[in-house]
């Protein structure tokens, strides 16, 4: 089993910038492919990007295409989310995933947070203007 601890959320003004990441432990890092999820209050999480096993393949949400940036250092067992031009409807808990299974078909159901079995606890990013 794989455990992950995300960090590097925080409180930014609009427009600004920040990285998040994800440190996996437990298990072989690069057989799983990874998710970035976000919760905002009041709402269902949503998927905001996710990273196949090596990272050749990602997949965003339209809503941070451009501006989001997903990628995982498999050496450091690290999944990152760098975060630019930040809006205050990117407010919220900020969580990584993973998970094997969905690999298989990464592309098509990366978005459903019922195909991930492993999740961290979570990293508040508050941007305000």
């Known amino acids: 089993q794989v455990q992950l601890v995300e960090s590097g959320g925080g409180s930014v003004q609009v427009g600004g910038s920040l990285k998040l990441s994800c440190a996996a432990s437990?298990?072989?890092?690069?057989?799983?492919?990874m998710g970035w999820f976000r919760q905002a209050p009041g709402k269902e999480r949503e998927g905001v990007a996710a990273?196949?096993?090596?990272?050749?393949?990602?997949y965003y949400a339209d809503s941070v295409k451009g501006v989001f940036t997903i990628s995982r250092d498999i050496p450091k067992n690290t999944l990152y989310l760098e975060m630019n031009s930040l809006k205050p409807e990117d407010t919220g808990i900020y969580y990584c995933a993973a998970d094997q299974t969905i690999c298989r078909f990464l592309e098509q159901s990366w978005r459903e947070v019922r195909r991930y079995n492993y999740w961290g606890q979570g990293t508040q990013v508050t941007v305000s203007s």
């Open positions: 990273s196949s096993r090596g990272g050749s393949f990602t």
């Open positions: 437990g298990a072989t890092f690069s057989t799983y492919c």
